[in-house]
């Protein structure tokens, strides 16, 4: 009967514990404080973003491939055509180099045919409407 004693004991104890930790486990509640300035930016992130559309406007696409190569030919085009503003749009796995910002099919098509002097892949994006 002594041999039993210690696990009447044992028992309770490990009873016990178990209920101990779970009494003091934490909360499930998060509290998150940040700084009032993130919002702000986030904003104004938004705005920018919505403001540059690819959609609503035709543009032109000199180049299609790697991160360097768009880097060159942007930087190239930027040299060679100081009047049009270029973009480099990420679309995995490939860069693609878009310039202009056209409202109109014609507008976009004369620029083109310039554009293609020098740039004989360019072709035309269309907007999505």
């Known amino acids: 009967m002594r041999i039993l004693r210690p696990t009447k004991t044992l ?18 509640n998060i509290t998150i404080q940040q700084d009032p300035k993130f919002d702000q930016l986030l904003k104004e992130k938004r705005k920018i973003n919505s403001s540059i559309t690819v959609n609503d406007r035709y543009k032109i696409q000199i180049f299609y491939g790697d991160n360097d190569g768009a880097r060159k030919a942007l930087t190239d085009f930027k040299r060679d055509f ?10 995995s796995p490939s860069y693609k180099v878009w310039v202009g910002n056209f409202k ?6 004369r620029n083109l045919l310039d554009l293609k002097k020098k740039y004989p892949g360019a072709l035309l994006i269309k907007p999505n409407k």
């Open 82 to 91: 100081k009047e049009l503003d270029g973009t480099i749009i990420f679309n």
């Open 11 to 28: 028992l309770p104890l490990l009873f016990i514990a178990f209920t101990s930790t779970a009494l003091y486990s934490q909360e499930s």
């Open 104 to 109: 109109t099919k014609l507008e976009a098509e």
